[in-house]
């Protein structure tokens, strides 16, 4: 007769056996079918555990042709101590499978340890995890039922209402993780290879920046630091601050086999080293190709590196995020000292001061009103209601006129700012 040996691993193995023949001979050619040891296979049919080697099969009561019984590995001893069936088929899986093997080594490496050389240590911290698990909903199951014990309780209601909210969350990203695991991935930045004044640089692309900027080191290097007109200097603000040391207004840059010349705002600072901006990508109609994976300018494509190609800096977190260069070369705002100047790039009037930056970064300079005093804002709110709100981020302009606004009320104040 025809028989089928299905393991919990999804392995089907069948077989033509006699229904005479003893057990202990079918799980020797199970053996070599499935590599499971006899002292370790276990049968089961129909919800009955074989258990009898020299009893025939006819005699256990294996009588239908084309039946299916289900072979499992029994729980292996080790040490002494019996390690638990479901552990080790996970066990067995996860060494199986070198993705899965290489997923669990990043998130928990002790847990990855113990299936590659202790069968036991595994079980152990398996079932670890699963009492805290256990316990954790425990505790969630009697939180809740003593939140509903009073339905007119409105802190245990609001509660009610965040645990319901973080149920929510936690289905859309079990959802995410299902059906779009590649959103919980890093993605790897937008760089080309660029010359600047014929040394190689590795240029981070950036359209979301409105100017092109550099480190001082990177200028330094590049030999362009005899050309920073120290005029542009100033403070560029952001997700931070930076000083911004000057402009280089024309450089010569290189993309492929095309020269292009370039404006360069140098700051401070060692994150990026050159960060090719939004002024340049459209003075030139560059367009960024994510489908071909290439910066495609003036007929030239320029392909984006690879992750084991970027420079340490890039793969690293910098002093400086690429998104905080963003922001300080958006032109979210910049003032700097005065410095020496002959009169402005228009040439017009003699030579005066310069007082440096312009109100946004790279803007055109121009004269400074003389620095004043902020002038005091009268009011009859409470100095007390005017201090919180500004706690919470909002200028003393803004949180008086919340509370004219609120008349008054700090509570309704603080949420007309948010």
């Known amino acids: 007769m025809q028989l089928t040996f299905v393991t919990d691993l999804g392995q089907s193995y069948s077989m033509d056996i006699d229904s005479g023949m003893e057990l202990e001979n079918v799980m020797a050619l199970l053996e070599a079918e499935s590599g499971i040891p006899v002292g370790e296979q276990s049968i089961t049919y129909n919800g009955r555990d074989l258990g009898a080697p020299k009893s025939t099969l006819r005699e256990l009561g294996v009588n239908e042709d084309n039946a299916m019984l289900l072979l499992r590995r029994k729980v292996p001893n080790v040490a002494g101590r019996a390690v638990e069936q479901d552990s080790e088929m996970m066990r067995l899986q996860l060494l199986g499978d070198p993705d899965l093997m290489r ?9 990855a340890n113990a299936a590659q050389s202790n069968p036991q240590r595994f079980a152990e911290l398996l079932r670890q995890t699963r ?235 121009g004269a400074a009103p003389p620095p004043r005093a902020p002038a005091a804002t009268s009011t009859s709110h409470d100095e007390t209601h005017i201090r919180m709100l500004m706690d919470l981020g909002a200028t003393r302009e803004v949180a008086i006129s919340s509370l004219d606004a609120a008349g008054g009320n700090v509570d309704v104040a603080a949420s007309l700012l948010f």
């Open 131 to 365: 009492d805290r698990a256990m316990d954790a909903e425990m505790q969630r199951q009697r939180e809740i039922e003593h939140l509903n014990a009073d339905p007119f309780d409105v802190e245990a209601q609001r509660r009610i209402e965040e645990a319901i909210r973080q149920q929510a969350v936690m289905e859309n990203m079990e959802h995410a993780l299902e059906y779009s695991p590649e959103s919980f991935g890093k993605v790897t930045m937008l760089y080309i290879p660029v010359e600047v004044n014929s040394r190689p640089v590795i240029a981070f692309v950036d359209s979301g920046a409105q100017q092109t900027i550099m480190n001082s080191e990177c200028a330094e290097a590049c030999g362009i630091m005899r050309l920073l007109d120290q005029r542009f200097s100033g403070i560029a603000r952001g997700v931070g601050t930076a000083k911004i040391l000057g402009r280089v207004h024309s450089a010569q840059l290189k993309l492929a086999d095309v020269h292009l010349p370039c404006s360069i705002t140098v700051m401070e600072g060692s994150g990026v080293d050159f960060l090719l901006g939004l002024d340049m990508l459209k003075a030139h109609q560059a367009c960024i190709d994510l489908a071909k994976g290439v910066l495609r300018i003036q007929g030239r494509e320029v392909q984006f590196l690879s992750e084991h190609e970027l420079p340490e800096k890039a793969r690293d977190k910098p002093d400086m995020t690429p998104e905080e260069m963003e922001r300080l070369a958006a032109g979210t705002g910049a003032g700097g000292g005065a410095g020496p100047s002959a009169g402005g790039p228009s040439g017009r009037g003699p030579p005066t001061s310069f007082p440096g930056g312009g109100h946004t970064l790279g803007a055109a300079p």
């Open 103 to 111: 997923q669990l080594r990043e998130t928990q490496p002790d847990l």
